[in-house]
């Protein structure tokens, strides 16, 4: 029998995400849609036998590691974007990122899993996970269970506010075009969904108006400002990097 005070698992899978860093990845899965991702299972978890069914169910939750996040560093509250950044909740009431064990819950939508050449991979949208998240299990969504329309939910109990229109300069739009074509997707549609829900930190709601900020989408540095509830995207650079999907 395995001790109660302390357990070791391995992960299944790993992540091959979008987002390349944490900074402008949603908060939640399920707010933007087009955020897609794989998860490529590891021996010996590259089995179809063991996915036999799943692809019956749209949805799956993913439990998985936060990998990025320094070990040891959790307090016993928290500052939630949702408020601002200046009230404190037990990190049990919250969905911080810094707990005791790091460890990530998030449903997503199943697109389908495809097998090859000795591989097996999920893939999945509507995510909110880094590239290279360790996956330590995969279970069904089961809505008669899992939705509760009843619930209520605390602080966090509307979806967050968004941002009216995000425009793009031609040269930004030019740039995410031709991303586009290199990946096989809509990254322009991504990046408006993903600037609508407003990335920035709480905290820098003090910064003037037009502060610029940027992050990484796949092989891409995004820049962009706020002014009132409009952004606008004004670069969008490639950066030479090792694509690991
Ligand atoms: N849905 C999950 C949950 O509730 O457990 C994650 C919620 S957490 C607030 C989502 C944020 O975690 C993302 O916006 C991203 O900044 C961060 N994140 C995602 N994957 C991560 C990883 N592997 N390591 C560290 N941080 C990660």
């Known amino acids: 029998m395995v001790s109660i005070n302390a357990y070791s698992f391995n992960p299944i899978g790993r992540v091959h995400s979008c987002f390349k860093e944490k900074f402008g990845i949603p908060r939640q899965p399920g707010l933007v849609a087009g955020a897609r991702a794989t998860v490529e299972m590891l021996p010996p978890y590259v089995e179809a036998e063991a996915f036999r069914g799943l692809t019956e169910f749209s949805h799956i939750w993913l439990l998985f590691v936060f990998h990025a996040v320094p070990t040891g560093r959790w307090k016993p509250t928290v500052r939630p974007p949702r408020l601002g950044g200046n009230r404190r909740l037990g990190v049990f009431a919250t969905r911080s990122t810094f707990r005791p064990n790091p460890i990530g819950q998030s449903v997503v939508k199943l697109d389908g899993i495809r097998q090859s050449r000795g591989r097996l991979v999920l893939q999945i949208s509507g995510i909110d996970l880094l590239d290279q998240t360790p996956v330590l299990d995969i279970k069904p969504y089961l809505p008669y269970a899992d939705a509760l329309p009843e ?60 502060a610029p900020y940027g992050m990484r989408l796949e092989d891409l540095n995004i820049e962009w400002r706020v002014v009132g509830s409009e952004v606008v995207v004004t670069a969008v650079t490639r950066l030479e990097t090792r694509e690991t999907r």
Do not use: C, I, M
């Open 151 to 210: 619930a209520h939910g605390g602080f966090a109990a509307e979806a967050p506010r968004r941002l009216a229109t995000v425009r793009f300069t031609a040269s930004a739009r030019r740039g995410l075009n031709a991303a586009a074509l290199r990946h096989g997707y809509d990254l322009e549609g991504l990046v408006a969904d993903l600037l609508k829900h407003d990335p920035r930190p709480a905290y820098h709601a003090q910064r003037p108006p037009g």
